[in-house]
T-cell receptor, first 115, second 113 residues
Framework: KQEVTQIPAALSVPEGENLVLNCSFTDSAIYNLQWFRQDPGKGLTSLLLIQSSQREQTSGRLNASLDKSSGRSTLYIAASQPGDSATYLCAVKAARETSGSRLTFGEGTQLTVNP | NAGVTQTPKFQVLKTGQSMTLQCAQDMNHEYMSWYRQDPGMGLRLIHYSVGAGITDQGEVPNGYNVSRSTTEDFPLRLLSAAPSQTSVYFC????????????FGQGTRLTVV
């Protein structure tokens, strides 16, 4: 059974810092990995999707990397801003999944960026 | 673009009551799913569907029913609400094939008293 772990569970940084969020998964046979952002009381917003054949994806100040063989992904946020404060979730779609597009989620990292 | 729309946003039920959480998507996605999100447990899959007329159980299906009569709609029914079903419920959709992202609704916050 696929298990996804995110470290740290919570992170507080001053504005302007570069930071890294970590995601690890137990089964390296994945189809893709997706990073989401969740604001309090809101739904999930997709940030980046990395295909299993890719090493990284970039969107603005966000860069996500994937090392499938070691079961790890990182989300790098450059020059953090208070508006980046949210919970960040990673989710993997297993390659062996025969029942559609099921995602397995980590519990998330709660990020606070202080002005 | 509407994306994935869930209703209601908030609901309070008494133990034993039944209700239906609505989910609709306008992206012609084949795959739709329901998750519940609880503190310390992350998002867990309740039920999913790979197309109209096809549904299957996820990780935590007990106490919930689903149906998929159209591509657009995927309602989740609570048959007899229990306090353990107090949670935030999310509906998601995506294409079945290919490396495409999943889209989520804004969630329904359900409290069972």
């Amino acid at each position: 059974k696929q298990e996804v772990t995110q470290i740290p569970a919570a992170l507080s940084v001053p504005e302007g810092e570069n930071l890294v969020l970590n995601c690890s998964f137990t089964d390296s046979a994945i189809y893709n990995l997706q990073w989401f952002r969740q604001d309090p009381g809101k739904g999930l917003t997709s940030l980046l999707l990395i295909q299993s054949s890719q090493r990284e994806q970039t969107s603005g100040r966000l860069n996500a990397s994937l090392d499938k063989s070691s079961g790890r992904s990182t989300l790098y946020i450059a020059a953090s801003q208070p508006g980046d404060s949210a919970t960040y979730l990673c989710a993997v779609k297993a390659a062996r999944e025969t029942s559609g597009s099921r995602l397995t989620f980590g519990e998330g990292t709660q990020l606070t960026v202080n002005p | 673009n509407a994306g994935v729309t869930q209703t209601p946003k908030f609901q309070v039920l008494k133990t034993g009551q039944s209700m239906t959480l609505q989910c609709a998507q306008d992206m012609n996605h084949e795959y739709m799913s329901w998750y519940r999100q609880d503190p310390g447990m992350g998002l867990r899959l309740i039920h999913y569907s790979v197309g109209a007329g096809i549904t299957d159980q996820g990780e935590v299906p007990n106490g919930y029913n689903v149906s998929r009569s159209t591509t657009e709609d995927f309602p989740l029914r609570l048959l007899s609400a229990a306090p353990s079903q107090t949670s935030v419920y999310f509906c998601a959709s995506s294409y079945l094939q290919g490396n495409t992202e999943a889209f989520f609704g804004q969630g329904t916050r359900l409290t069972v008293v």
